[in-house]
């Protein structure tokens, strides 16, 4: 199959779970093109990028002038030279009547340019909603043609919603081919904003299990507690209970060490709550790490915190890919009942889960794995063997690859597509 995928900022670090579906498919032996709008400015890559030649398959959006002057006379440059390409494409991008700002401003019509001549896809895959209007958009003018699959994954069906209404997935409903959510609690979100139950279905975003092995956990011989956590440093992740929770732990346990993976425009406001609970010893802003060195952290750690929290824009979170990480290398983990992530922790069996902004629960929790290693086993192996079951990225891949089969030939069974 030829298939596109329609994704923001690209390659970005922390969005292995896009990563994984793309070299999963080219590994199947699919042709898999990237569109996306420009690449992350990091010092880290993921080795897949480099091993499977990503960069070379990936097209970037023209960048579009701040200057309107220069903008016009940019696009008639671009007129001139490639009006012979898709014409109809291109006078289709400057219809302003039914684009409106996006194609009066000219950002439709510098998207476009990339696209010309481009052959047909057989799937047209939206990672985020948000990439799924345009993409559909795209299709709508003839730059891109194929089956429109979109991934509804967090922010898009959170925040976005929040921000711009709950009618505004009201046409790529009607028109998008199917629809994937990355876990019950946004499938249901997206059938109550308007999505035919029978156009969508839940398929999570998977991890190579193969690198996030199992290791029973086990009190270090001289009694030093480690904790880790690995995401980005933004409000929704709530990274500031978890430290005001260990400032309490800390005057029962002084052994302990918190390790913080990533990064993010909190750091420095984290940086400061940290210093001012004089906690300057025991937890430790890391900034990013590679996958390696991430693997290194959590084989040392004894305890995974993911203190989730609804943002105050509206932005919440799916099931996260470093929470599973975490429970399938063994680690019992501390979580929030927040968006979908208790469909991935199950309280008291593979760890707790705890109301969200509440540092005084997750140092409860803390206190008791701390004092109950004998738990740590139990616990960790019962969330590596669900986290193998249900996000196994390899068996997750092969299931796309079913999906879009059955999206392209459009056999469809009365309860709409099966995983």
């Known amino acids: 199959m030829r298939i596109a995928f329609l994704v923001g900022y690209f390659p970005v670090l922390s969005e292995t779970f896009i990563l994984n579906q793309i ?21 880290f890559v993921h080795p897949d990028v480099e091993k499977y030649h990503l960069i070379e398959k990936t097209h970037y959006a023209l960048s579009v002038p701040q200057n309107q002057l220069w903008r016009v006379f940019q696009a008639l440059i671009l007129i001139w030279k490639n009006f012979h390409k898709a014409p109809l494409v291109l006078l289709r991008s400057l219809n302003f009547f039914k684009y409106g700002r996006q194609a009066a401003s000219l950002r439709l019509f510098y998207s476009v340019i990339p696209l010309l001549n481009t052959q047909p896809y057989d799937i047209i895959h ?7 209007i345009d993409g559909m958009i795209l299709r709508n003018i003839g730059a891109l043609q194929g089956k429109l699959v979109t991934s509804f994954r967090g922010y898009d069906i959170s925040w976005y919603v929040q921000e711009y209404g709950k009618r505004v997935y009201e046409e790529l409903f009607t028109t998008g081919d199917f629809f994937l959510a990355n876990c019950k609690f946004f499938h249901k979100r997206a059938i109550k904003l308007g999505c035919e139950p029978e156009k969508i279905i839940v398929h999570g975003s998977g991890i190579d299990c193969n690198s996030f092995q199992f290791k029973p956990r086990y009190p270090h011989p001289e009694g030093k507690i480690r904790i880790a956590t690995t995401c980005r440093l933004i409000e929704k992740k709530g990274i500031e209970y978890s430290i005001r929770a260990l400032a309490q732990v800390a005057k ?12 993010g425009y909190l750091k420095e406001h984290l940086q400061q709550v940290i ?21 290194e952290i959590l084989e040392k750690s004894h305890i995974f915190i993911a203190p989730s929290v609804t943002a105050k824009d509206g932005n919440e979170d799916a099931p996260v890919n470093t929470l599973k990480e975490a429970m399938a290398m063994g680690l019992p983990v501390i979580a929030t009942l927040h968006g979908g ?3 991935l922790v199950k309280d008291g069996t593979s760890g707790f889960l705890v109301p969200e902004r509440d540092a005084n629960a997750i140092a409860e929790k803390l206190n008791y794995l701390i004092e109950h290693p004998e738990k740590w086993l139990e616990m ?4 590596s063997i669900y986290v193998s079951t249900h996000y196994d990225i390899n068996k997750l891949n092969d299931e796309l690859v079913e999906i879009y089969r059955q999206v392209i030939s459009e056999s469809k069974t009365k309860n709409g597509i099966k995983s």
């Not at 029962?252 to 918190?258: L, R």
């Not at 937890?283 to 390696?292: D, F």
């Not at 960790?380 to 969330?383: I, P, Q």
Request: net charge neutral; hydrophobic share 30%; with cysteine.
């Open 341 to 343: 992530i208790p469909e």
């Open 275 to 295: 210093q001012d609970l004089k906690l300057n010893k025991q937890v430790k802003l890391l900034g990013w790490k590679n996958q390696p060195e991430i693997i």
């Open 380 to 383: 960790g192996k019962a969330g």
């Open 23 to 43: 070299t999963g498919l080219i590994a199947r032996g699919h042709e898999v093109h990237i569109y996306g709008t420009k690449p992350k400015e990091s010092d």
């Open 126 to 132: 939206c990672q985020f909603g948000t990439f799924a």
């Open 252 to 263: 029962m346990h002084p052994n302990i060490e918190y390790n913080i993976i990533g990064d």
